[in-house]
């Protein structure tokens, strides 16, 4: 049965402590459902109300489009080992990065990565449980390295390069600004 939280009480703060994988939901107001699953040790809870993942280089920045449009996000944990139990965030995004005044406050919460683009910081406005006694079992067998070692050979300049060509629109059009010193970011 579902149940609806104001805030990340301290058992659900642990419930995602434990968690190997997170998966982010963002859409703009016309286009397409963004759906990401995460892993690599990236995701922090800040308080009971806000949390922030540090957002690695993929193939595109969908997430980041969307905040920048729209500010709505999703964020969901599954848990795929003998307790069954679903959670979903729902609030408002924040795209920071490096050349913004909040990221030196935030990025000590991580680890150094290599492939670190932006920190996204979600401020919850509604966290929900419900049962997940539907989702398979799983065992965790470790992280893959595989985009760790491929940012590791690009290099900072090899990063910058690939940002620019893959990672500046939406895939609907929309602006990240990732490169840009210029930006409207959603509050």
């Avoid at 993942?53 to 996000?73: C, F, K, P, Q, V």
């Avoid at 760790?148 to 060509?165: N, V």
């Amino acid at each position: 049965m579902a149940k609806f939280y104001t805030e990340l009480t301290e058992p659900l703060q642990k419930f995602i402590a434990e968690q190997q994988m997170f998966f982010t939901a963002s859409a703009p107001i016309h286009g397409r459902v963004n759906l990401s699953p995460k892993g690599i040790d990236t995701f922090r809870c800040l308080d009971s109300h806000t949390v922030a993942y540090l957002d690695l280089t993929g193939s595109g920045n969908e997430t980041s489009a969307h905040l920048i449009e729209n500010g709505r996000m999703t964020i969901m944990f599954c848990s795929f080992t003998q307790q069954p139990l679903i959670l979903r965030l729902y609030g408002q995004g924040t795209v920071i990065r490096p050349r913004d005044a909040e990221w030196g406050r935030l990025d000590r919460w991580f680890l150094p990565t290599p492939g670190a683009r932006q920190i996204i910081k979600l401020r919850i406005e509604s966290a929900q449980t419900s049962c997940g006694h539907g989702v398979p079992l799983y065992e965790y067998q470790g992280e893959r390295e595989t985009m760790i070692r491929w940012a590791e050979k690009k290099g900072e300049d090899g990063l910058k390069q690939y940002w620019q060509e893959k990672n500046q629109v939406s895939i609907d059009g929309l602006p990240t600004y990732l490169l840009s010193e210029t930006e409207v970011n959603h509050p």
